[in-house]
């Protein structure tokens, strides 16, 4: 067997899967500290992004399971951290806007974030960090373009970081 074979370092999906395996423990101790879970910290950080999404959509995103997308936004209603709201066109619609609690929130979350972004990152000089992130922005667009805004999507297409 050739060490390509047997070296999961040669492999993409192996390397990806345990850098989100790390970063995803991190972030979730991190977040532990502020009483949300990673689901609940997309959710807050969707609703900020696009107020009057819905928790489908925020599922479809992220990539978590519309149950569990559920259940995080379930939990941060019944902590006033969002709203719901009838959508306006559509009675199977709900949409979610953030409340001013959860907006300190996921302030505070998105500081978590990036401090955690920034440890992960040390190790890569400025220009490949750039380098890194438009690559990740490329390769994402192509797998799950509904997790990117449109402006992202047109940044990953056209190789810019």
Do not use: C
Not at 21 to 40: C, F, I, P
Not at 91 to 104: E, F, S
């Amino acid at each position: 067997m050739s060490r390509t074979h047997a070296d999961p370092s040669t492999r993409m999906g192996y390397l990806a899967w345990q850098m989100v395996h790390v970063m995803g423990t991190r972030l979730e101790r991190a977040l532990r500290s502020l009483d949300l879970t990673a689901a609940q910290h997309n959710a807050l950080q969707h609703v900020v992004w696009t107020p009057g999404i819905s928790a489908a959509e925020i599922a479809r995103r992220t990539g978590i399971t519309p149950q569990s997308m559920g259940a995080a936004v379930n939990a941060l209603v019944s902590r006033g951290l969002l709203a719901r709201h009838d959508h306006p066109s559509s009675r199977r619609t709900v949409q979610l806007t953030i409340t001013d609690r959860g907006a300190k929130l996921a302030d505070r979350a998105r500081e978590v974030v990036e401090r955690l972004d920034g440890e992960a990152l040390v190790v890569l000089a400025p220009a490949e960090r750039a380098v890194f992130h438009s690559l990740l922005l490329r390769v994402l667009a192509e797998l799950n373009p509904d997790a990117l805004p449109s402006s992202d999507l047109r940044r990953a297409g056209s190789g810019a970081a």
